[in-house]
């Protein structure tokens, strides 16, 4: 996935006036915490001792750790839907923008997983069976970017840069590229090696006719 647009330690050393409202810097501060270490690793306190902010501070805003979480998905996702929009509106063609889109994937998911890379990835596989909240936002997330992904490839096909199979419908194509690089991510990660991103950058690359 892309790199995050937004970090606490960057913010946490601006004056009053440039800082954010509390409940985005514990949100950025979680995100942080919870995409190096986990969800359930990381607890309250280190939570609020990392974001020096008051356990009543914190309640006021999220109802429980649980409820935290899914709005730490549903804030990256929002941020994430912010650079799609930004590769959308590149004055490329579709193949370019879809090269562009999976070329970032590859370039930050290789050689290990840190707090930079890898919400995504490090919660798809820790919290679809503990938290049904996290899960759904999760999903949500999922399905916000292969309908975008099947926007650019329709649009490929209409300008004649990616070639279009018989068949097969363009949210068919985007969830299948979508589903083989979120499993390559989880397999790179187990692996330590960056052999699944290289086999499904390939994969991707000839599907898109580069």
């Not at 999976?102 to 707090?115: E, I, L, S, V």
Request: hydrophobic content about 35%.
């Amino acid at each position: 996935m892309f790199v995050n647009t937004t970090s606490a330690n960057k913010t946490s050393n601006h004056s009053t006036t440039t800082q954010p409202d509390t409940k985005t810097h514990l949100l950025e501060v979680g995100y942080q915490l919870i995409a190096k270490k986990g969800f359930t690793a990381v607890g309250i306190k280190q939570i609020l001792d990392t974001a020096g902010v008051p356990k009543g501070s914190f309640y006021h805003y999220f109802a429980s750790k649980e409820a935290f979480g899914e709005a730490i998905i549903s804030h990256y996702f929002a941020s994430y839907k912010t650079r799609l929009d930004i590769i959308a509106h590149q004055n490329v063609d579709a193949q370019q923008k879809l090269y562009d889109y999976f070329q970032n994937w590859y370039d930050t998911q290789q050689n290990g997983c840190d707090h930079e890379k890898c919400l995504v990835v490090k919660l798809s596989a820790e919290v679809a069976d503990i938290s049904e909240p996290m899960r759904i936002s999760l999903h949500a997330g999922y399905q916000q970017t292969i309908t975008w992904l099947a926007q650019q490839i329709k649009a490929g096909w209409s300008d004649g840069s990616v070639s279009q199979p018989d068949n097969i419908a363009a949210e068919s194509v985007a969830k299948r590229l979508y589903f083989s690089w979120l499993g390559a991510s989880l397999i790179a990660k187990t692996s330590q090696t960056n052999t699944p991103l290289a086999e499904v950058w390939q994969m991707t690359t000839s599907q898109i006719g580069r």
